[in-house]
């Protein structure tokens, strides 16, 4: 699921933004009191040349025994531009609306937004985007001249809160990343990640900065580069030089080593982008408490440095702040599948629930890894099959794994689902780390109670299913991807048993999507617990 998350990463701000507002250390959580913190990064922009650019809201809400959420009916919000109107044309971004109830109009050099309610918050941090800003440069405009924008937002009836931002003139250069080809690596042995930048504008570039999603900081062979961080993200910062139509590689290959266990299929791809240190600099000034737990500690090795392929003589000279005026092609890929011949077989794991009405039955159900190979499910995006609980009409859900997250709810009016995981028909389960060595089991813990006049109709584990996982599946045989959860009142056998036939029970695809979506937020919030309020 983290790996739908990676996808997002194809170098452009509004992505890494989004990707940082959901793994932020914090605590889940509106209750009465919250405070609002207002955070739109300095920017700088090249001469005629537009940048997007997002206001976000840090609400703080305090955790205290038996608050209840409080309601925020509309969120207003405003930017005065006068400061700037020599430097930059400041607009709303038209194309990213963050609700269906936003309305903008302008009066003179002020934009205001009015996003209507009711909100709710959690006790606890939530990151909220509030506006989205196009800010042009003005052609003509001196490097370096400069201009404050000058934000407030108010919650509900609650004094506004304001903040400032600077918006200069920089110098345009055009960093573009290099699409590498896949390639299959044998288990056990190493790969150059294959890492290439070029300077595709006409302009010397003073130092880049590499930001890489997908790759598990175990993969890298060695204690790694000092001047490179691994984390969820990695990120290395280079001060070289970067002469006018050159490509650059590194001067030590960056490598990964992989598992000699790794089952064969087992896939590891990697997106990011290549970033000017100004337009990165505008990334984590918006959420400056990442740091840590975001990108992780730094090498132990030795700095790598940027080297040309081949080399060109170029001339450099002194400039402004550099802003990339090409975003749409700093993305960079590198994918790598594990060959060889061990291919592993998963096999769904059901179970039969026996007990009296009333009674609380354990039950453990996920899949087998009947091999061959390891299945290394944080390291690779394709080795967790996402198991699909579909809980029998007999019984009741009472408790959850925490892995788990609700697909489908019985309830039918809205107001009654809450927080509480408990009581839905479907879950969806996935693996948040670890290995499945062959022969082992991945299982998922659940207490259900057996209901009064329990029916009959069993439930279902169903892996591999097409909605949650992409591509074609890594498991080798399909045939025995759905196990039977059944229920008996007495003298049941244990054990799951092969579900044949039409699958009645699916999602629509359009549903699904929306519901893989949603899963995927929950994941990301359960694992880190912060809140993403869009």
């Not at 509004?14 to 913190?37: E, H, I, K, Y």
């Not at 584990?461 to 025995?480: A, Q």
Request: glycine share 12%; hydrophobic share 45%.
């Amino acid at each position: 699921m983290h790996r739908a998350l990676h996808r997002l990463l194809a170098g452009t701000a509004a992505a890494l933004l989004a990707a940082a507002a959901v793994a932020l250390p914090g605590s889940p959580a509106l209750a009465a009191g919250p405070s609002v913190t207002l955070h739109f990064p300095d920017t700088t922009v090249a001469g005629g040349l537009p940048k997007v650019v997002p206001l976000f809201a840090w609400v703080d809400v305090p955790d205290s025994p038996g608050a209840v959420p409080a309601p925020v009916a509309e969120v207003t919000v405003s930017v005065d531009t006068a400061d700037v109107a020599g430097v930059a044309t400041v607009t709303t971004y038209d194309e990213f609306e963050l609700g269906d109830d936003q309305d903008c109009a302008r009066t003179g050099t002020v934009i205001t937004c009015t996003l209507a309610g009711p909100f709710e918050f959690e006790a606890g941090t939530s990151l909220v985007p509030l506006l989205v800003l196009e800010v042009t440069g003005k052609a003509g405009a001196a490097q370096d001249a400069h201009g404050e924008l000058a934000f407030s937002a108010r919650f509900g009836d609650a004094p506004a809160v304001t903040t400032e931002a600077t918006v200069t003139i920089g110098e345009g250069v055009d960093l573009a990343g290099v699409i590498s080809t896949p390639r299959t690596v044998a288990p056990g042995a190493s790969i150059d990640t294959g890492l290439r930048v070029a300077n595709a504008g006409s302009t010397a570039v003073r130092s880049a900065v590499l930001v890489v999603a997908g790759w598990d900081p175990s993969l890298f062979a060695g204690g790694g580069f000092s001047n490179c961080r691994y984390g969820f993200l990695t990120v290395c910062t280079f001060d070289d030089l970067l002469a006018a139509d050159t490509t650059y590689e590194l001067a030590t290959p960056l490598r990964l080593k992989i598992p000699a266990d790794a089952a064969a299929g087992s896939r590891a791809s990697a997106l990011g982008g290549w970033y000017t240190p100004g337009d990165f600099k505008e990334l984590l000034d918006t959420a400056p408490e990442l740091d840590e737990e975001f990108f992780g500690p730094k090498g132990t090795g030795g700095p790598v440095r940027l080297q040309p392929v081949p080399a060109k003589a170029a001339a450099l000279r002194a400039a402004a702040g550099q802003v990339d005026t090409d975003p749409a092609n700093n993305v960079m890929i590198s994918e790598f599948v594990v060959g060889g011949s061990r291919r592993p077989d998963m096999a769904a794991v059901g179970a039969t629930v026996t007990g009296d009405p009333g009674d609380k039955v354990d039950l453990r159900v996920g899949f087998v890894n009947n091999g061959p190979g390891t299945l290394y499910h944080w390291t690779f995006e394709n080795t967790d099959p996402g198991t699909r609980v579909v809980v029998p009409a007999g019984v009741r859900a009472v408790t959850v794994d925490e892995r788990c997250f609700p697909l489908l709810w019985e309830a039918v009016d809205p107001d009654d689902i809450t927080e509480d995981v408990t009581g839905a028909s479907e879950y969806l389960c996935m693996l948040e780390q670890g290995v499945t060595k062959a022969k082992a089991s991945s299982l998922f813990d659940f207490t259900v109670q057996v209901r009064e006049n329990p029916a009959a109709a069993a439930g279902k584990v169903v892996i591999n299913d097409e909605f949650f996982v992409e591509d074609t599946p890594l498991d080798r045989d399909g045939s025995n991807d759905a196990a039977a959860i059944t229920v008996a009142l007495s003298g049941g056998e244990g054990g799951g048993l092969p579900v044949t036939g039409a699958d009645a029970g699916l999602l629509g695809a359009g549903g699904a999507a929306l519901l893989l979506a949603g899963a995927a937020g929950l994941l990301l919030v359960r694992r880190r617990r912060v809140r993403f309020t869009a």
